[in-house]
C-alpha cells in the first residue's frame, strides 16, 4: 500500500487561495544575459520580492491563519535564522496576535531588527552548541503558545509550493526546477507542485557545499546529520533534513546540487549588476548552480527560485569584496 503524501498538489492550491490578497504574487524575471551564459531559456521567480524579503511568508501565514481563535489569541511561536522568524511575526501581526521568537545569537543584524519591527519578542541561543527544536518546544510550552515550525509542517510545506504554482502557471511547461534546500520545506512545496502539474519535470536542489545534509540523506536513504554549517548561506544552515520535509523530497527531487561560497559572491554580483535585484547569498545559491555550470547539463526550458533578499548594505557589500 502506498502512503498519503503529507502535502498534495490540492494542498498547495488551497494555500494558495489562503493566503491570495496578503502574500504578493511575485514577478518572473527573464535575462537574456543569464540564457546565453547557461545555454538555456531561465524563468526567474524573484522571492525577494516576497513580504518580509523572503518566501517564508507564504508557509507561515498559511499555517498561523488556519489556527483556531482560541489558540491564535494566545499568541504563536517560532525558531528561525530570520526569514522564517520575520515571517511569523509579520503573519502575527497580520492577524491581532503576538509572537515570540527564537533566534540564533549569530543571525544578521538587520533580520533581527526587522523580526522586532514587526512587533515580536525576540529571544536568542547559540546555534553551535544548542538544540533550536527543544529549546523552541520548550518556550512555547512554557508560555502556551502555537509552535510554527520553519518547515516540519503540511500547511508551510503547502505555502511554500505556492511559490512554484504561480512559476508554472505563469511560465508554462518547464523541462527542469532548480530551488535552494535548507530544512527542505521550500523544496518539498514546490517539488510536490512542479512533479504534480507536470510529472516529467527535473527536480534540483541546491545546497551549501559545507552543508550536504540532504543531498548525504538522499544517497543514504535516510536522514543523516552533518556539523552546522559555517557558511554565508546562513538561511541553509541546516544540519539534517526535516524528517516530513525528507519524507517529500526522497520521493521527488532528482538530484541535489552543490555551491560553495565564492559560486554564491558571484550569483549575487550577477544578479545584482545584470539583473538589477539584491539576493542574501541563501537566496542566490539556486542561481550560483545554474552560473557555476553545478547544476548539471540543462535542458531548454528552466525554472529558478531566488528565495530570498533579507541583507544590509554593510553585509552586503562585505560579502562582495567592498
Given at each position: ?321 567592498g
Amino acid at each position: 500500500m502506498t502512503a498519503t503524501p503529507p502535502v498534495t498538489l490540492d494542498d498547495v492550491r488551497d494555500a494558495a487561495a489562503q493566503i491570495k490578497g496578503v502574500a504578493h504574487r511575485t514577478p518572473v524575471l527573464r535575462s537574456r544575459t543569464l540564457d546565453a551564459l547557461v545555454g538555456a531559456e531561465v524563468f526567474v521567480k524573484c522571492e525577494n520580492f516576497q513580504r518580509i524579503g523572503a518566501f517564508k511568508f507564504r508557509g507561515a501565514y498559511n499555517a498561523a491563519s488556519r489556527l483556531p481563535a482560541d489558540r491564535l489569541a494566545k499568541g504563536i511561536a517560532a525558531y528561525s535564522s530570520g526569514n522564517h522568524a520575520q515571517a511569523v511575526a509579520l503573519s502575527a501581526r497580520e492577524l491581532g496576535t503576538s509572537a515570540v521568537i527564537l533566534m540564533p545569537e549569530d543571525t544578521p543584524e538587520s533580520k533581527r531588527r526587522a523580526t522586532a519591527g514587526y512587533g515580536a519578542e525576540v529571544v536568542t541561543y547559540d546555534r553551535y552548541t544548542g538544540d533550536r527544536v527543544a529549546i523552541g518546544e520548550a518556550l512555547a510550552a512554557d508560555r502556551g503558545l502555537a509552535l510554527i515550525p520553519p518547515y516540519e509542517h503540511p500547511h508551510v510545506i503547502a505555502g511554500q509550493g505556492t511559490a512554484a504554482l504561480e512559476l508554472l502557471e505563469e511560465a508554462g511547461e518547464l523541462d527542469a526546477l532548480v530551488a535552494p534546500v535548507g530544512g527542505g520545506g521550500l523544496m518539498a512545496g514546490c517539488a510536490t507542485a512542479a512533479k504534480g502539474l507536470q510529472p516529467a519535470i527535473r527536480v534540483v536542489g541546491v545546497e551549501p557545499e559545507a552543508g550536504d545534509d540532504t543531498r548525504r540523506s538522499l544517497e543514504a536513504g535516510h536522514r543523516v546529520s552533518v556539523p552546522v554549517p559555517r557558511t554565508i548561506a546562513d538561511g541553509q544552515a541546516a544540519d539534517i533534513p526535516g524528517e516530513l520535509t525528507f519524507s517529500v523530497n526522497r520521493r521527488l527531487v532528482d538530484d541535489i546540487a552543490l555551491v560553495g561560497d565564492d559560486d554564491i559572491r558571484a550569483a549575487m554580483r550577477f544578479a545584482f549588476e545584470r539583473m538589477k535585484i539584491v539576493l542574501e547569498p541563501s537566496g542566490a545559491s539556486a542561481l550560483a548552480a545554474l552560473l557555476a555550470g553545478k547544476a548539471g547539463p540543462l535542458p531548454a526550458r528552466v525554472g529558478v527560485v531566488l528565495s530570498g533578499g533579507n541583507i544590509d548594505v554593510a553585509r552586503f557589500t562585505g560579502i562582495l569584496g567592498g
